[in-house]
Nanobody, 128 residues
Framework: QVQLVESGGGLVQAGGSLRLSCAAS????????MGWFRQTPGKEREFVAA????????RYADSVKGRFTISRDNARNTVLLQMNSLRPDDSAVYFC?????????????????????WGQGTQVNVSS
């Protein structure tokens, strides 16, 4: 089993920045693809960003391109999501997800079913 714990959420004004962190623990695998998703009440969980084990392949939702940056520190089993130029419609619960044993240099998944483990989420609120 893999445990994922998110942190870094909070309240910020529009135009501001937040950095989310996700720490992985538990069973270790040879490689993980990691992703961030978000969800608002009454809506489906949607893809935000993902990164390969190597860190060399990333993908982003169109709505966050140029504003969000995903990165990882494999030595610390941590993945980060730097969120800049935040907008009110970025408000959501943000979830970290992991797909262990994913090919380390392949483009990471952007779908819910592409991930096996999920964190509990961290709330992000952006005021206008």
């Amino acid at each position: 089993q893999v445990q994922l714990v998110e942190s870094g959420g909070g309240l910020v004004q529009a135009g501001g920045s937040l950095r989310l962190s996700c720490a992985a623990s538990g069973r270790t695998y040879s490689s993980y693809a990691m992703g961030w998703f978000r969800q608002t009440p009454g809506k489906e969980r949607e893809f935000v960003a993902a990164i390969s084990w190597s860190g060399g392949s990333t993908r982003y939702a169109d709505s966050v391109k140029g504003r969000f940056t995903i990165s990882r520190d494999n030595a610390r089993n941590t993945v980060l999501l730097q969120m800049n130029s935040l907008r009110p419609d970025d408000s959501a619960v943000y979830f970290c997800a992991a797909n262990p044993q994913f090919p380390p240099y392949s483009f990471p998944p952007s779908t819910l079913r592409g991930y096996d483990y999920w964190g509990q989420g961290t709330q992000v609120n952006v005021s206008s």
